[in-house]
Antibody, heavy 122, light 107 residues
Framework: EVQLLESGGGLVQPGGSLRLSCAASGFTFSGYAMSWVRQAPGKGLEWVSVLSGSGGSTYYADSVKGRFTISRDNSKNTLYLQMNSLRAEDTAVYYC???????????????WGQGTLVTVSS | DIQMTQSPSTLSASVGDRVTITCRASQSISSWLAWYQQKPGRAPKVLIYKASSLESGVPSRFSGSGSGTEFTLSISSLQPDDSATYYCQQYNSYSRTFGQGTKVEIK
């Protein structure tokens, strides 16, 4: 059974940093691209970033480019999101999501974690 | 970036009604479109992929159609469990975008 478990969320001051983790199980982690998607309170879904299975290709939404870094440790079956220079508008539930097909970075998401809440406030 | 526009934003219908949600892309995305269902406090769940393919385990009352820039999600006979927010998402490029969502309420 595929499971994705996010952690690392919490309250952080504007300008601060936070690192989210997503522990994966139930599939060959290194074979699949992984993504982060966020949802501000009461708002819709916003794609944040995607990373290929090998870690060699990364893409970001313009809203986070230069501030967030996606990475993975395939030996630990874990995806990360390093968030720097956080702003109030980054407040959201952050979900990690698995891309459906192996060897592609542009497919849809078939599994999602339960999400972790990041609150940016002084 | 490709913009996705859903309509309506909210709809209210009775159990047994046929419901249709529309999603428009700002440029052609071929059939690279998915539909997700999200209930409060829960992660999204995929219903439809490649515009019209039903994800395994999803009830057959859900269906999708369209290609290019115009897409629809239909629920043939609305059930109480279908009360949720529905999102379309294009995956034509690595920079995926979602529609703003359609909240479906049961009368």
């Amino acid at each position: 059974e595929v499971q994705l478990l996010e952690s690392g969320g919490g309250l952080v001051q504007p300008g601060g940093s936070l690192r989210l983790s997503c522990a994966a199980s139930g599939f060959t982690f290194s074979g699949y691209a992984m993504s982060w998607v966020r949802q501000a309170p009461g708002k819709g879904l916003e794609w944040v970033s995607v990373l290929s299975g090998s870690g060699g290709s990364t893409y970001y939404a313009d809203s986070v480019k230069g501030r967030f870094t996606i990475s993975r440790d395939n030996s630990k079956n874990t995806l990360y999101l390093q968030m720097n220079s956080l702003r109030a508008e980054d407040t959201a539930v952050y979900y990690c999501a698995k891309v459906t097909q192996m060897t592609t970075i542009t497919d849809y998401f078939d599994y999602w974690g339960q999400g972790t809440l990041v609150t940016v406030s002084s | 970036d490709i913009q996705m526009t859903q309509s309506p934003s909210t709809l209210s219908a009775s159990v047994g009604d046929r419901v249709t949600i529309t999603c428009r892309a700002s440029q052609s995305i071929s059939s690279w479109l998915a539909w997700y269902q999200q209930k409060p406090g829960r992660a999204p769940k995929v219903l439809i992929y490649k515009a019209s393919s039903l994800e395994s385990g999803v009830p057959s009352r859900f269906s999708g159609s369209g290609s290019g820039t115009e897409f629809t999600l239909s629920i043939s006979s609305l059930q109480p469990d279908d009360s949720a927010t529905y999102y379309c998402q294009q995956y034509n490029s690595y920079s995926r975008t979602f529609g703003q969502g359609t909240k479906v309420e049961i009368k």
